[in-house]
């Protein structure tokens, strides 16, 4: 089954930065789309960022020109770097991954997988 581990996350002030890290493993045929979200308390969980296989990514008005999303395919990798941190940026982090499996001789169509999260606490 594929796993989803992210990595990264903590307690850091505000202006501070952290980089979040999502590793993909086991049974992976390939990966098309990887994301971020994130749950804040009190608030439904939201798309952070997007980023295709080619590179291409998609921010959230809130996070643009301070989170930058990228990739590494042939570590099945997906970053989040997260500049100017702020208070309201306080959540759990998730990974999600558009992947096609393998069992056995199989290959599945796109499957949603996540993680188990990371919590991020900026404060003072």
């Known amino acids: 089954q594929v796993q989803l581990v992210e990595s990264g996350g903590g307690l850091v002030q505000p202006g501070g930065s952290l980089r979040l890290s999502c590793v993909a493993s086991g049974g992976i045929f390939s990966i098309n789309a990887m994301g971020w979200y994130r749950q804040a308390p009190g608030k439904e969980r939201e798309l952070v960022a997007s980023i295709t296989r080619g590179g291409r990514a998609n921010y959230a008005d809130s996070v643009k020109g301070r989170f930058t999303i990228f990739r590494d395919n042939g570590e099945n990798t997906v970053y989040l770097q997260m500049n100017s941190l702020k208070p309201e940026d306080t959540a759990v982090y998730y990974c999600?991954?558009?992947?096609?499996?393998?069992?056995?001789?199989?290959?599945?169509?796109?499957?949603?997988?996540w993680g188990q999260g990371t919590l991020v606490t900026v404060s003072s």
């Open positions: 999600n991954a558009d992947v096609a499996t393998m069992l056995g001789a199989v290959v599945t169509g796109g499957v949603e997988v």
